[in-house]
Structures are given as structure tokens and as C-alpha cells.
């Protein structure tokens, strides 16, 4: 789970500390330019964003967030930058449309922390964490269909199909069963309700993950179409980084990552080796080089101060001067 910002809340067990997740390591990633012109697709609570604008006192930054609450909590921040912060209410996926509507291109860095944010999962009442007995939302811009929706009137095989691919859930099916059995008897509208149907029937070993888990991840998903968001924004960031750009990309699930890593190979001209779901590809003029030759992971310091951070990994690269390749849903030409 993502740790964007550096507000306190209460979460279970008491006050939480939001801290952005590898911000030093982001930033060094990101190698802040004088005069530079700077986007944060993933705003949060402006962790990043604080970070980059401290980097250096010439250099500006576009930020994005599309759930309405950031934006409000954001415009201290705002009003502190003196014309060097323009915050946003957008999905990063929408990134390249903003940056050229705003005069942010080309653009110097970007950087994205992927997932569901700490201020988030902390509220009861926007329904992402079973910790917490509220409302089955999920909903990152507060609109559109929900996760109750969505479980209350999913037929039983593309909803299996659906916490197996989003949530890599190996009891998919019961799951999917045990869901519409209890919608039967009554609609399923709380956290609670749902972590306790899934609890029913998916077992897990003393010190294994809650076993809501990975449906709940797999909701949360499809609710914000978060893959797909990752895919425009990666092919977005293609089309808006001038040359010797940086795309800083922080990850916090395997599903999040093979995208990320896939499109790096590619667009850095390696061979990406075949996946079940797609064949090898062939070799094309590089877009990008390579910055990090490996996962960027947080440090023993870290993992003792934010144990959210544990699970994040970030790559990066640089931009060439070759032309972005033709735009396509999948991240692939």
C-alpha cells in the first residue's frame, strides 16, 4: 500500500504518520534541473511534490490527483509555492492532455507512485480497507460505479474472473460463489460485510495476509481501472519528456509492476522475454535508457519507520531523442 504525503491520521492502533514512500530515492531518481519543469501524476498528500519543489528553488511542478480531497487538502501547498505549484484534478493517466493544456512540456521529469494512497486507506468512509467497518466504495474521485456495484451486480463468472486476474486470488471462485449467495439474502454494503464473506470461505495461516485481501485489491482495481490509467500514463509520459527527461515510476504489486518493468524493456530496446498473455516483440528504436538496472527498494532505516514501504519498488529511466512510438491501449506499438 502507497504511503504519498506526510499528514497524521488515525489508523488502527492509533495516529499514522503519512510519509512518502523512497522520496530520496525518487528524488535522486528524478535528478532535479534548474528551471526545470516537473509533473507528480500521483499528488497524495504532496510528499513528492514538497520533495521536488525543495530540489531547487527555479524549478516548477504539475500535479495531479483525481480524488477531490487531495486537491482541497493540496492548496496550502499551493499557496506556500508562489506561482512554482499548479495542483490538478486529474487522472495521471490524463497527464500529456494536462502538461500541453497548462505549458508544462516539455516536460523534465515525471514521477508516479502508483495504487491507493495512506489517507485512503485511513478513512473509514471511503470503503478501501477492511481494518475498518464503512462503507464498500473504493471509489478514488468520489463518483461513478462502486465496489458495492459492482459485487451486488456482477454475474458469479466474470466476478470470479475478475478477483482472479485483478487480485491473483487462487479462490476466485468461491469467493465469486460466496458473494452471490449473500447478496441474495441481502445486499452487501459494508467493509465488514464483505471481508466476512470472503473470511468464510479462504483460509490463511497464522501470520498470513488478511484473507480479504487480495479481493479487496482486486475491487479496488477495477473500480479506478488502475492498470489502464498505468498503461496511458506510461505511454503519456513517452509523448511529454523532453530528451534526457526522467520517468520515475513506484510500484507496490506484481500486476503494477510487470506493467511498468514490460514497458521499460521495450521502449529501452531489451528483448522483454514472452509472457503467457503476449509473444516476444520485436526489438525497436529506444525511447528510453535504462537508469536503474534493477528495482529500487527502501532501505532498513525505512522499513523500520514505514512499514508500508516494504512492498514498493522503484525504475526509472531516461528519455532519447527518438520519436514516441503511435499511442495504444496496452502500452505496446
Known sequence: ??????????AAGGPARHVPVLVREVVDA????ASGLYCDGTFGAGGYTRAILAADPGLRVLALDRDPDAIAGGQALVAQSAGRLVLEEARFGDLAAVAERTGFVPLSGI????????MQLDDPHRGFSFRFDGPLDMRMEQAGRSAADIVNTMEEGPLADLIF???EERRSRAVARAIVAARR???ITTTKRLADIVASVVRGAPGDIHPATRTFQALRIAVNDELGELERALEGAERVLAP???????????LEDRIVKRF??????????????APALARSTATFAQVTRKPVVAGEDELRDNPRARSAKLRAVERTDAPAGPATRGGRR
Do not use: N
Open 244 to 254: 534526457g527527461g526522467r520517468l520515475v515510476v513506484v510500484t507496490f504489486h506484481s
Open 111 to 118: 514521477v508516479l507512485d502508483i495504487g491507493v494512497s495512506s
Open 165 to 167: 486476474a485483478y487480485g
Open 185 to 187: 439474502e441481502e445486499s
Open 1 to 10: 500500500m502507497t504511503g504519498r504525503g506526510d499528514r497524521t491520521s488515525d
Open 30 to 33: 528524478l535528478s532535479p534541473q
Open 264 to 277: 521499460m524493456q521495450e521502449r529501452t530496446g531489451r528483448e522483454a522475454a514472452p509472457s503467457r498473455h
